[in-house]
């Protein structure tokens, strides 16, 4: 007789728990990536390679790496997660046969 | 089918573990929010410098090339979680983690502003009036204020706190810096505020994996269902072997005070994060019904089913061996760090230049790093060649305290020494400090014979 306010969360909907999962998980990755990339590289000196021109602060040059390891981690997994939500299942062929 | 989280409205507990947590909360906050204002010899004692790619941690000044004391730290970490989740359960999840104390933090505000867990409730349900608004809106004020500080200490890790505070009096802070404070404050805003249960629920890796280093000797809450059921309300005067009911009486108090919003009476289950909260609600019933304490308690698998828990298994000298070695890894390797680093890069433009007199000359640069904290003045020298000499170069050069000193130099040796590739090394020796020496291996080309 529990009362069902008392029974806290009901779950996520999957899509929701996709979502920030993946956005959670590459943040993460890349804090780490980050940390390690800069650790052997200068971004002042990384900058030059790219544009001469260009005068890139090192502020700048490690946000636009984080950003950049947050965007290609978060691409890895949303597209394995997303691949792995929708592959077939493998009962439905058993099911069908 | 999709059904959207409903809101956990944690009740408030006093007892020994929400002392416990209480003190646990406010030291570990109390830590982030006063390092940075630590000074150290003039200067912020804890500071990660990114613009200056210079760590300051108390007196020791640590470098990009430092790196790998990072990780090895960052293993030891990693490490010691497994040791003490596998030795005591989720002590972590429940006393030490970030989302938990800042979640603890923000439910203080909650609780300040709008009330205990039946009047949240109700204000939640009741209409739009004047209160309700005041409530919330200076609930959303402290919240709000205390995110943003959070971000401002942040940020304070990596720019000198004082210069910070001084920007934001004067309107005036960087793009970036003010980008990540507002970042970090959002984040703190979000999880701690709205995300709470849901990020150890469905975000956190380690609630997945930390079973893995469960055995039926760790430290759980556990609810003594031998002992507690079958479960009933009873009259105090009613002694329960007589009515045929356990211990617990189905008070739901330990189900209210879940702060993911579990009944712990069901067993061992992942969203548990160990915060004890039960075993106060529990204890506290126990109390007044004048049953003995301890019906939802610490204990191990073992324990419940009446066998001894080991404390020394193989587990824990695996886990504790390499906690041991890794720890003293670090502290041998960082007693042994020189405090002078010298890098050689040889000039790729060219291979050679011949010069009169039979000589050939390569061209380097040479980079010194002083990693001490005070200005020291080095001599440079150069063997691996008869009559090997540079030129351009002073008897004794000044680098900075923490300073890196970038030197072209030209090495020059008698073609009949110097025929095809010959291993050089140089050298640089502290004046005031003749064993403080370090070598750098390099190459030195001249013509083929």
Known sequence: MIDEEYRGAKQWSRDKQAVFTVVWISFLSAAIATMVFFAVFDPVELSGYFDEARDLSRDAGYAIGFFFFWLLCAFCSGVTAFLIRTAPKRDAKHRRQ | MYESAKKIYPREIGGRFDRLSKLATISLLGLFYAVPWLLWDGRQAVLFDLPERKFYLLGLTLWPQDFPYLALLLIIAALSLFFFTALAGRLWCGFACPQTVWTEAFIWMEQFTEGTRSQRMKLDKAPWSFTKFRKKASKQFLWITFSMWTGFTFVAYFTPIRELGAEILAFNVGGWTLFWGLFYGFATYGNAGYMREQVCKYMCPYARFQSAMFDKDTLIISYDERRGE??????????????????????????????????????????????????????????????????????????????????????????????????????TSMAMRKPVILDVIRDRNTLYRELPNDLIENIYTIKIINQGNAPRRFGLSVSGIEGITLDGVADEVLVDGGGVLSLPVRARAHRDNASGVSEIEFNVEAVDDASLVMGEDSRFIGPTP
């Open chain 2, 230 to 331: 079958p479960r009933g309300s009873r009259s105090r005067s009613v002694n329960p072997q007589d009515a045929g009911l356990g211990d617990c009486i189905d008070c739901q108090l330990c189900v209210q005070v879940c702060p993911t919003g579990i009944d712990i009476r069901e067993g061992l289950q992942y969203e548990c994060i160990a915060c004890a909260a039960c075993i106060d609600a529990c204890d506290s019933i126990m109390d007044k019904m004048q049953y003995p304490r301890g019906l939802v308690r610490y204990t191990t698998e073992h324990n419940l089913h009446n066998d001894e828990t080991r404390i020394l298994r193989p587990r824990m000298f695996v886990y504790g061996t390499l906690l041991v070695i890794l720890c003293g890894a670090l502290v």
